[in-house]
């Protein structure tokens, strides 16, 4: 079957303007996560939902990043005012519990560049 | 939340078993051990996980220290395909939400 599938795979954008990154999941699961990497490092979890709703946006590093959910499926994460430092690879995951040894699923992520 | 420490680097050749450490003594009765690992412009994979009994599935097995504060990920006979960064995690609980990824090993597979 369909894995998370993320789009665009690249993204180019200028400091200062607004990207939104996409993320649809694997159908029927019901938790949804957004991870930042930056290179040689380690995915840095951002913001999970269960359903359409934010259950833990603890990981959002400041108010230019938001993301949706509304309708329990396909996830946008946006950015305001997009900065140099925004550049990395955002990852989405998707699992069908909140089990803790539920395997969470990855997409291939969408590689942001901020000139 | 718990923390884990790996090597930064690990190297092996074809064919040999590889196993690669996972520390984490402040671990807690009832977090899980994670393994995913990362191919090379890929997100990062399952491959396996563990409470307190060894764990063996068609990818690797799992070695939990008696006091858990210790685990090996045991790749039987390694292959050129399992170059990859392999994150060792700790999840809490039955409702663990997020993953908290340290930097990883990254594991070179020498033909």
């Known amino acids: 079957g369909a894995g998370v599938s993320q789009t665009p795979s690249n993204k180019v954008t200028e400091k200062g303007k607004y990207v939104e990154l996409r993320c649809d999941p694997i159908s029927g699961h019901t938790a949804l996560y957004w991870y930042r990497q930056s290179l040689g490092q380690g995915p840095e979890f951002l913001i999970y939902f269960q359903g359409t709703g934010a259950a833990d946006d603890s990981g959002l590093p400041n108010d230019r990043f938001f993301a949706v959910r509304p309708e329990g499926s396909v996830s946008t994460l946006k950015i305001q005012r997009t900065e140099r430092g925004d550049s990395a690879v955002y990852l989405c995951a998707s699992s069908s519990t909140l089990q803790g040894n539920n395997e969470q699923f990855f997409g291939p992520g969408t590689r942001l560049t901020v000139l | 939340d718990a923390k884990t420490t790996q090597p930064n680097s690990m190297e092996s050749n074809e064919e040999e078993p590889v196993h690669l450490p996972c520390n984490h003594s402040?671990?807690?009765?009832?977090?899980?051990i994670h393994w995913y690992r990362q191919l090379p412009s890929q997100g990062p994979e399952y491959v396996i996980h563990?409470?307190?009994s060894n764990v063996n599935n068609r990818m690797a097995s799992l070695a939990i220290a008696e006091d858990r504060k210790s685990s090996t990920l045991i790749l039987h006979r390694a292959t050129l395909r399992d170059a990859a960064v392999y994150y060792c995690i700790l999840r809490v609980g039955n409702y663990g939400q997020n993953f908290v990824f340290g930097p990883g090993t990254r594991l070179s597979v020498l033909p």
């Open positions: 563990g409470l307190t």
């Open positions: 402040t671990i807690s009765g009832t977090d899980y």
